[in-house]
T-cell receptor, first 111, second 115 residues
Framework: DGGITQSPKYLFRKEGQNVTLSCEQN?????MYWYRQDPGQGLRLIYY???????QKGDIAEGYSVSREKKESFPLTVTSAQKNPTAFYLC??????????FGPGTRLTVL | GESVGLHLPTLSVQEGDNSIINCAYS??????FIWYKQESGKGPQFIID?????DKRQGQRVTVLLNKTVKHLSLQIAATQPGDSAVYFC??????????????FGQGTELSVKP
C-alpha cells in the first residue's frame, strides 16, 4: 500500500539536544512538507521541498533544518535553537498541484 | 492579515442531521481549497477539494460550496454519523499552478455528533 510513514510515533528530548524526525513516502510524489501543530491549533508550515536536493523555508523555519537527498525521504531535525519544540509534527507529500497526503505524525515532548 | 479562518470553533449535531462547517478566507488570489478531517492523535485526512473555477463539488455524503464573492467556503456533511466526529480544517493553496501546494490552514472546527 502506498503511503507516508513517520517515525518514531512518540519522541522525548532533553533540553539542548538535537533530534531528527523521519518521514518516508512511497507515493512517488515530488513535493514533501513538514508542519507543526500545537494543541487546538491549525498546521503551520516549517519547510517544504518541491524536488530532490532543493527545499524552502516555510513560515516557522527557525530552529529546524531539513534535507532532501532522496525523493522518498524528507527528515526534519529539531535543533537546540528551537525554544519551544514540544508539538505534534506532521509530514505530507503531494504531486505538484494536488492535495497533500499526510503521515500519522510524531509527537515530540521536551523533558 | 492574510489567513484562513473558521466562524465556529465547535459544532454539536444530532446523529442523522446534516452538518455545515464554514470557513472564511481573505486572499482573493487563492485558487484551490481543501477540506481535511483530523481525528485525535492522527494526521489529517483529505475529504474533498475544489478549484476556484467551480462553485460546488460533491463527494460521498459531503458537499463543498465556494462563494468567491464573499470569500467563503463551506463543508456540508449529510446524515452525520458518530464516525464523523473530528476536527475539520479548511486549507487554501496560494501557490502558482504547477509549483506545488503551499497550504494555509485555518484553526479548525471540532464536530461532535450526539447519538
Amino acid at each position: 500500500d502506498g503511503g507516508i510513514t513517520q517515525s518514531p510515533k512518540y519522541l522525548f528530548r532533553k533540553e539542548g539536544q538535537n533530534v531528527t524526525l523521519s518521514c518516508e513516502q512511497n507515493l512517488n510524489h515530488d513535493a514533501m512538507y513538514w508542519y507543526r501543530q500545537d494543541p487546538g491549533q491549525g498546521l503551520r508550515l516549517i519547510y517544504y521541498s518541491q524536488i530532490v536536493n532543493d527545499f524552502q523555508k516555510g513560515d516557522i523555519a527557525e530552529g529546524y533544518s531539513v534535507s532532501r537527498e532522496k525523493k522518498e525521504s524528507f527528515p526534519l531535525t529539531v535543533t537546540s535553537a528551537q525554544k519551544n519544540p514540544t508539538a505534534f509534527y506532521l509530514c505530507a507529500s503531494s504531486i505538484r498541484s494536488g492535495w497533500q497526503f499526510f503521515g500519522p505524525g510524531t509527537r515530540l515532548t521536551v523533558l | 492579515g492574510e489567513s484562513v479562518g473558521l466562524h465556529l470553533p465547535t459544532l454539536s449535531v444530532q446523529e442523522g442531521d446534516n452538518s455545515i462547517i464554514n470557513c472564511a478566507y481573505s486572499n482573493s488570489a487563492s485558487d484551490y481549497f481543501i477540506w481535511y478531517k483530523q481525528e485525535s492523535g492522527k494526521g489529517p485526512q483529505f475529504i474533498i477539494d475544489i478549484r476556484s473555477n467551480m462553485d460546488k463539488r460533491q463527494g460521498q455524503r459531503v458537499t463543498v460550496l465556494l462563494n468567491k464573492t464573499v470569500k467563503h467556503l463551506s463543508l456540508q456533511i449529510a446524515a452525520t454519523q458518530p464516525g464523523d466526529s473530528a476536527v475539520y480544517f479548511c486549507a487554501e493553496n496560494r501557490a502558482p499552478e504547477g509549483q506545488g501546494g503551499k497550504l494555509i490552514f485555518g484553526q479548525g472546527t471540532e464536530l461532535s455528533v450526539k447519538p
